[in-house]
């Protein structure tokens, strides 16, 4: 079977600076009937390992290191019988917040390519959000079809990038917090998400998918509002 993209949506919290919110989390995994590499694993592992459905876990990969995404990461692993974390260095800090005695199984680097069921997903370093947020672009190869905000005509394997909180519908993460940089997450998007393709689908890490094509006229608004 061909590859594809399984999601699932999981809820909790997200806390940083003092503060808590209640968020709801995408998770995103990625190959075919035999194997996968699960983006993000959120909140629930018992949700995780139900999508996983009995697949063999390459790799859990974490587009950043918000503790949102990250806090059930161990027990998702252990329930998942130990596949490696993979989370960009540049995250280090927020990691050691949730995990201060253990550290990531392995480095994520700008350029390097993860391969599950024949597809290949090329990391891409988008700092501004966090310092280490990583986004996953993948040419062709995957079934997007029947994901939430993916329209009839975006279906058939279209070029696909997993975004974590880097891009949404609408705009750019939030750069509000520690960590994070208004300017520098306007320079990631310009510069290294707006030079793919205009048909590429938008897997976010919150909310529906969206393509580069709708968000990029928008560019000048975002930075003009400054949030």
Request: glycine letters at 10%; hydrophobic letters at 35%.
């Amino acid at each position: 079977m061909s590859a594809r993209i399984d999601h699932v949506v999981t809820s909790g919290t997200f806390s940083l600076d003092g503060g808590t919110w209640e968020v709801d989390n995408n998770v995103w995994i990625v190959g075919d009937d035999r194997e996968v590499i699960v983006f993000d694993p959120a909140h629930s592992p018992e949700a995780v390992v139900e999508a996983v459905a009995g697949r063999t876990v390459q790799a859990i990969v974490l587009t950043h290191g918000h503790d949102d995404h990250i806090r059930a990461v161990r027990d998702t692993q252990d329930a998942l019988g130990g596949p490696p974390v993979l989370l960009n260095p540049e995250d280090r800090v927020l990691w050691d917040m949730v995990y201060p005695d253990s550290e990531p199984d392995a480095p994520l680097a700008d350029g390097q390519e993860l391969t599950v069921a024949g597809v290949t997903l090329r990391a891409i370093h988008t700092p501004g959000h966090s310092p280490g947020s990583t986004c996953f672009f993948a040419r062709s190869g995957l079934s997007v079809a029947g994901l939430p905000g993916v329209s009839e005509s975006d279906a058939a394997e279209a070029p696909v990038l997993i975004s974590g909180d880097t891009l949404f519908q609408g705009g750019p993460g939030a750069t509000g917090r520690s960590y994070s940089s208004f300017d520098t997450i306007i320079e990631s998007i310009s510069s290294k998400l707006f030079a793919l393709p205009e048909e590429t689908v938008v897997l976010t890490g919150h909310g529906d998918a969206t393509r580069i094509g709708d968000e990029k006229p928008h560019l000048q608004e975002w930075i003009d509002r400054g949030e």
